[in-house]
């Protein structure tokens, strides 16, 4: 069984550019949400993906989108970065309906905006 | 809004001391609740959840939790610490839903250190 994965692992950019971080979902996993972890914060739900569509946001602007693909894979493109956006993202993966409502997370990307 | 406060932020405990972490969350529903773990450099595992039925659940490594309704509360507990248990402890709670998907409130971690 293959484990969430992330790529890249750690990022550079610079304030007002754009930003795409790639998830693959656990094997039999249909849901993918992303949170941020800031330093010395819990992480933070961005927003969850089911089927392709949105599923549940978070109080994260606009500029923070994402997408599902039919393999469940995921992406989230933040624009116009903000030194703020400094952070840790995970991404989740798990089965809608399952009974266990458990989430798997990934090991992260670090990005660092300057 | 839903929120979950984790109050102690740092914690530092020698080896075989107990240990409690506690976990409090505002929401007057039925929740689902869990204890993750992040050891150093690596990404967040689940050590317990609680859905229903017995509020003391037991999890991986001899970890334990005792959810108490009443005091909005699902503390984290194990009796005797050992050093490998160094790491940062996140509750989190989730609005419970019949079926589908949800999302996680956490808190904002606490930092375990054990000395050997």
């Known amino acids: 069984e293959t484990g969430v994965t992330q790529s890249p692992t750690h990022l550079i950019k610079t304030r007002g550019q754009q930003v795409t971080l790639r998830c693959s979902s656990q094997s039999g996993h249909n849901t993918v949400s992303w949170y941020q972890q800031a330093l010395g914060q819990g992480p933070q739900f961005i927003f969850q993906?089911?089927?392709?569509?949105?599923?549940g946001r978070g109080n994260f602007p606009p500029r923070f989108s994402g997408l599902q693909f039919p393999n469940y894979s995921s992406e989230l493109n933040v624009n116009a970065l903000e030194l703020d956006d400094s952070a840790l993202y995970l991404c989740a993966s798990s089965s809608a309906g399952a009974s266990s409502y458990e989430q798997y997370f990934g090991p992260g990307t670090r990005l660092t905006v300057t | 809004a839903q929120s979950v406060s984790q109050h102690n932020h740092h914690v530092i405990l020698s080896e075989a001391a107990s240990l409690e972490l506690g976990c409090n969350y505002s929401?007057?529903?039925?929740?689902?609740l869990f204890w993750y773990v992040q050891y150093p450099g690596q990404h967040l595992q689940l050590l317990l959840k609680y859905f229903s039925g017995d509020p003391l659940v037991k999890g991986i490594k001899g970890f334990e939790a005792e959810f108490i309704k009443s005091k909005f509360s699902f503390n984290l507990r194990k009796p005797s610490v050992q050093w490998s248990d160094t790491a940062e402890y996140f509750c989190?709670?989730?609005?419970?839903?019949?079926?589908?998907?949800?999302?996680?409130?956490f808190g904002t971690g606490t930092r375990l250190k054990v000395l050997a």
């Open positions: 993906y089911y089927r392709e569509e949105e599923n």
């Open positions: 929401y007057g529903g039925t929740v689902n």
């Open positions: 989190a709670v989730t609005p419970f839903k019949a079926s589908g998907t949800y999302k996680y409130i």
